[in-house]
Structure formats: C-alpha cells, structure tokens
C-alpha cells in the first residue's frame, strides 16, 4: 500500500545551536511500485520505498548522501536544487555538466556544505527522471531563523502534477516530428505531498510555517487557504520582509515558505485549494480560450475531526501576489554596475531531423559526453574557450563579474527559469504581452528579491543578476522538465581560472570509466581542444534510459 507523507512533520524544538555535524544518509535507488493518484506504476524510490525521505540539516552542517543506483535498467544523477555547492561544484549532480551517468551497480557520494537556509529539494537531474518519482524535500533550519519567534511548528506541503505514463513513454510523444505544436505532456492528476494526506491537523491561535515546494514536471499552481492570509517569509531559501499574501502562484521548482495563523476561536475546518494552471497564460485579461482549472486538490486545515471535514474551497479569480515585489530580508541593493550581459531569447524551433526542440537564440542544448565541469578543470588556460565544450551554450563570466541575465519569452506560455549555484537578484519581471527587453524601458528594482527560479510571463522577458562568486560550472535552463528535454538550457562558466586543476572525487571519476567516458579534454575527450571529432552536433532523436 503506498503512503504518502504525513503532512505534519516537523514540531520545532528551539534548541540550541549546536557543533557542526555531518549528517549522513545509506541511499539505494530502486523502482518502486506506487499509486499516488489512485492508478498503480513504477517509481523511483529511495531503499524500495516512496515517497522519498526528507534530508534535514543544520546550517553549516555538511550533508553526505551514498547514492547506489541499483534501478538495474536506468543511469542516474541525483541535484541538490537552490544548494550553490561552493567549492563543491563536482557536487551538483547535473549529469552531462557536472557528472557522468552514475550506472546501475555503481555509487557514488555527494557531500556538500549546507551554506545557507531554507527550503530545498533534490531531484535526479538525468533523463527527465523526477516526474518518474525520484524528488524528495530538503529542509536547511536557521538556529539564528528571524521568525523563529513567529510560529509554533512547520508543515512541508509539496504540490505536483501526476503523470500515470512513465517519462521515456511521454517523450517520444513530445520530441517526435508530429509534434508540430511543441505539445508537453498533459499531467493526469494534480498530487499533494506525493498523494499522501492532505488534511493538516492544526491548533486554534497556533501559527504554523508552511514550506509550500512545487515539484511538478510543468505546470504551476495556485494555493489559497480559506480566507487566511498567507505571511511569507522566504522564497526559495532567501528570507524575505514578512509580506501578507491571498494567493499565491508556485511554478515548477519553487519554494515558499509562510506563514499561516488559525484564529484564536475558531470554529471549524478551513479547506485549501491547490488547483493546478494548465492555462498558457493566466495573465489573459481577454483570453483567446477560457481558462480552465480542471485538476485541483482541496485540502483541509483540521482544528477539529468531529466538524465538518468535507468543504471545498472555490475561488472566483486568480490573481497571485506578484512574487517580483517581495523585499529582501537583508536590504541587500542590486548589483552594480553590470560587467557582462547576456541576452537569451527563448522560442521553439526544429532540429536538423524536423524534431520539435527548444532554443535560445534559433540554439538547443546537445549533450555532451564529457562533462562541462571536467573540461573545465582540464584544459588549463584553454578552459576560457567556449567551442571547447560542445554545443551547450557555454558563456564564460569571469570571478567577481556582475552578471545581468535578461530572457526574452517569445512564446505563448509562462516558463520557469532556474539557474544553479545562485540565487539570482530578480530586477525586473514584467507583465505578460510586455514585448522584448529594451534597454531604454526597463524599470530595475533597487532593492530586488533573491530568489533561484522565476516565472517569466509569456511574449515578455525578465532581467536577473549574479555575483560571480562561486566559482563552478552551472546550468541555466527551463524547470519545466520536458523543456530541459527539449535542449532549453546553457551553460554558465563561472570563474575558468579558479577550475583549473579542480580535483574531481575518484568515485565520481569511476563512474565515468564505468560508461567508458573520458574524464578530460573538450567536449568529446581530445586533449587539442579545438579538434571536434567526437562532439555531438545532432540530438538524439530516440528516448531510451
Ligand atoms: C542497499 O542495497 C544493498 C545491496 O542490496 C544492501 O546490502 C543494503 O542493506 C541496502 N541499503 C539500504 C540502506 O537499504
Ligand atoms: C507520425 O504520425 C504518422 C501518422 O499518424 C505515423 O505514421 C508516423 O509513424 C509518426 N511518426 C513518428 C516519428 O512517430
Ligand atoms: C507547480 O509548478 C508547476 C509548473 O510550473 C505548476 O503547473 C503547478 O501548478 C505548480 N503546483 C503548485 C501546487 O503550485
Ligand atoms: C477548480 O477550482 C477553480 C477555482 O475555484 C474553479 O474555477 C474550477 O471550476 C475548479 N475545477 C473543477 C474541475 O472543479
Ligand atoms: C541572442 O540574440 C540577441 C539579439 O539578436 C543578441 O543581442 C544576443 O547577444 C544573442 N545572445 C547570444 C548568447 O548569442
Ligand atoms: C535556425 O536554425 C535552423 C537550423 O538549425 C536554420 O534552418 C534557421 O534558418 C535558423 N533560423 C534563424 C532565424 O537563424
Ligand atoms: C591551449 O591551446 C593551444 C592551441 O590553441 C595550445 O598551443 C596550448 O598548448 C594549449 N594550452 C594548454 C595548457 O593545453
Ligand atoms: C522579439 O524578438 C524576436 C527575435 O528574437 C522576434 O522574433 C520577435 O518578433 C520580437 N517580439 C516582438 C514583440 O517584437
Ligand atoms: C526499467 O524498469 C522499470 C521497472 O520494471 C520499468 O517500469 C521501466 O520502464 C524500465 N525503464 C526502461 C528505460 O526500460
Ligand atoms: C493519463 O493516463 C494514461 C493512462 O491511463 C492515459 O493513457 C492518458 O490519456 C491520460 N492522460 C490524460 C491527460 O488524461
Ligand atoms: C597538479 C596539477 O595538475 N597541476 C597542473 C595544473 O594545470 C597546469 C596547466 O594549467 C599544469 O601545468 C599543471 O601541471
Ligand atoms: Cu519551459
């Protein structure tokens, strides 16, 4: 029988900050049988059980997880999503750029600094894996929280679409040359806390930390609790000013965390609707097609079992809080002046076989077989440049460069965009149907939240900026699973100079020799590294583990 997770997981005990430990974790992949919707089918699992556990740690705690893939039939490669793995880029897990496919009977260890709090989760980040399961929360707590004083206990809530088709199935579907409407996968069923239970036991006059995480494979939802208000206090791990919400509008891949009182007397049950957007563009004052919200979930905050258990909440319009507009916490301003500008224009378009694709800039994404990270530690002073990785979008920043980021989103619907080992400064965000970015329009925000994935509207764009700092090999890319599949992602060279002669971990470095993929040299593995033979300039055009 599957079970989900129990809601309430967490009773904060105020305790003491403690020495730094290392928090550790004996993890075999397996398939598992589960029926998170009510329609049974294999899933990823963790030691043959699903959903997968929670990693809780202390900041400055390092966290190591022993991963053994024993899927039998599949790679994998398991990211620490929003953990900027600082001096442990080896660590990301993102296979292709920062690790080979970890083959089946192969471990590997992941360890890695937990730098700052919040509310993350991992996820495999090979092969479209997580929609298939493989995604769990991971949860940094703050002894030094600046509204530890605010709540009494924390409830994780994770929200998802449901596929009952395995991915490899949905996306010969998708990348196919019949697909000429660049047509994702539609989900089955919205899931709340990977089907588990979705009624909250909660006290009257209790406040409550709610760690709402989206781990849909496209679609975003819509949350709203009866009448409360939600009192946000962090995105993605950056706390932010205490802002009061309604609604709230979580895309793939983000994180809120807020706040929710229950009235001192109250009287009954307050249900919650998560109710799943499927529509283009919920922006559309005018919509070409009624929007439409046929997958939701209520749930129901429980004071009392014996009251009514049944209500079902109904919103008349969605109109989420502009998550562009929340303050940081530390009033830290926007980044300036810009050293580097890149400027990504987003849209559909064909490969050379008549294949549906993503790209930036008329480019898509082809991975490579040596990893970006270890081309980068490898080719000494060559490592700068960019035709030596491959047709990945690499784009070099140098250390300590302020880096602007504007995605243009010519396309129809609202996507996601996530970057690794940085929460980037979102400076603006405007409204769908705003056009391309110009440089004489654009309005910054001096003070701009920080946050690691942002929905930009459809036919507009949005400008982030990074410090780099952090010397690594990061992706930049679409969350919204199938579009990553798709080849919607570039690569971030961050600070070459500091990855020359970085010291990749020998088990990791097995891996490689397991799938016989060489651990240095340019894209392909050739030591010269402007010699192509070898690099992959053609996506594959069949979808098999
Ligand atoms: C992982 O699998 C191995 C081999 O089957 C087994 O010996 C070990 O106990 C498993 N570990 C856990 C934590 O289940
Ligand atoms: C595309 O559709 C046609 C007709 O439905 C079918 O014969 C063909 O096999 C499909 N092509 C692929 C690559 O699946
Ligand atoms: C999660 O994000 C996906 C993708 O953007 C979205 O479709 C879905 O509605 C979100 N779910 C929730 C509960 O916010
Ligand atoms: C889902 O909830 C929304 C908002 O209350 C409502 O408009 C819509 O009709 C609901 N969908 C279904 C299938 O009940
Ligand atoms: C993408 O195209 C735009 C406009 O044509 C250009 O300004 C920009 O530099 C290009 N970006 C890249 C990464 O080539
Ligand atoms: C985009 O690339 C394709 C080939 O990959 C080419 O046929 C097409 O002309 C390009 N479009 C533009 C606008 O450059
Ligand atoms: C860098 O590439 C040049 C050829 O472009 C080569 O002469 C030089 O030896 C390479 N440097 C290193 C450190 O490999
Ligand atoms: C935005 O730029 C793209 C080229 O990248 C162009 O095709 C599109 O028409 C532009 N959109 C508008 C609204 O001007
Ligand atoms: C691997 O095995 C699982 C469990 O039997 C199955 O559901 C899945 O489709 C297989 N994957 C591939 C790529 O064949
Ligand atoms: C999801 O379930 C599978 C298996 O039952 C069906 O084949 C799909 O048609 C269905 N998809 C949707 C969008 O309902
Ligand atoms: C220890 C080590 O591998 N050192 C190498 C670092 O990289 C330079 C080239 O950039 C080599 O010359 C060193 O041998
Ligand atoms: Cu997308």
Not at 191 to 211: L, Q
Request: charged share 20%; net charge negative; with cysteine.
């Amino acid at each position: 029988m599957h079970r989900g997770y129990h809601p309430l997981l967490i009773i904060l005990a105020h305790a003491q900050r403690s020495l730094a430990k290392t928090v550790t974790y004996d993890w075999n992949v397996t398939w598992v049988f589960a029926s998170p919707d009510g329609f049974g089918r294999p899933v990823i699992g963790i030691n043959d059980a699903w959903p997968c556990p929670i990693v809780e740690a202390d900041v400055g705690d390092f966290v190591s997880i022993n991963l053994n893939n024993q899927l039998g039939n599949e790679t994998t490669g398991l990211h620490f999503h929003g953990i900027n793995q600082i001096s442990s880029n080896f660590m990301d897990g993102a296979v292709g750029t920062n690790q080979c496919p970890l083959p089946p009977d192969h471990a590997v260890n992941y360890r890695f600094y937990a730098d700052s709090p919040g509310t993350y989760w991992y996820h495999s980040h090979s092969m479209g894996q997580y929609p298939d399961g493989f995604r769990g929360p991971l949860i940094i707590h703050d002894p030094d929280d600046p509204y530890k004083d605010d709540y009494d206990a924390e409830v994780i809530l994770t929200l998802s679409d449901w596929y009952r088709d395995q991915t490899p199935t949905l996306m010969e579907t998708m990348i196919n040359p019949n697909n000429t409407q660049f047509a994702p996968p539609l989900p089955n069923s919205t899931i709340v806390n990977d089907g588990g239970n979705t009624h909250i036991s909660v006290k009257a006059g209790k406040t409550y930390r709610f760690r709402i995480i989206n781990w849909s494979a496209m679609f975003s939802t819509f949350i709203q609790f009866d009448s409360l208000d939600m009192d946000v206090i962090s995105i993605d791990g950056s706390y932010v000013k205490r802002q009061s919400a309604q609604q709230l509008r979580v895309s793939a891949a983000q994180r809120f965390d807020a706040l929710i009182t229950i009235p001192g007397d109250a009287d009954r049950n307050y249900p919650y609707l998560v109710a799943l957007d499927i529509n283009q563009d919920f922006a559309d004052k005018d919509p070409p097609r009624p929007l439409v919200y046929l997958l939701n979930v209520t749930g129901m905050l429980v004071t009392d079992s014996d009251k009514d258990t049944s209500g079902i909440l109904t919103v008349d319009k969605f109109e989420p809080f502009d998550d562009s507009t929340f303050g940081p916490y530390d009033d830290e301003a926007v980044y300036e002046p810009v050293d580097k500008q890149l400027v990504l224009n987003f849209d559909y378009c064909y490969d050379v076989n008549g294949y549906p694709r993503a790209c930036f800039n008329n480019s898509t994404y082809i991975a490579q077989k040596v990893p970006a990270l270890y081309t980068a530690a490898s080719l000494g002073e060559n490592n700068t440049e960019t035709a030596a990785y491959g047709p990945v979008g690499a784009f070099v920043v140098e250390y300590g460069e302020i880096l602007e980021i504007v995605v243009n989103n010519n396309n129809d619907a609202i996507h996601p965009f996530h970057l690794h080992g940085h929460q980037f400064q979102v400076v603006t965000r405007p409204a769908s149907q705003t056009g391309n970015w110009s440089a004489e329009d654009v309005s910054i925000n001096d003070l701009p939240p920080r946050r690691d994935t942002v929905a930009v509207n459809p036919k507009s764009y949005a400008v982030f900026r990074i410090k780099a700092d952090n010397p690594g090999v990061f992706l930049f890319h679409c969350h919204v699973e199938w579009h990553v599949e798709m080849g919607l992602s570039i690569t971030l060279i961050e600070a070459p100079d500091k990855l020359r002669n970085y010291t990749i971990p020998q088990d990791h470095l097995d891996a490689c020799d397991a799938m016989g993929i060489p651990t240095t040299g340019n894209a392909a593995g050739n030591e010269d590294w402007e010699d192509t033979d070898g690099f992959v300039t053609v996506p594959p055009t069949t979808y098999t583990g």
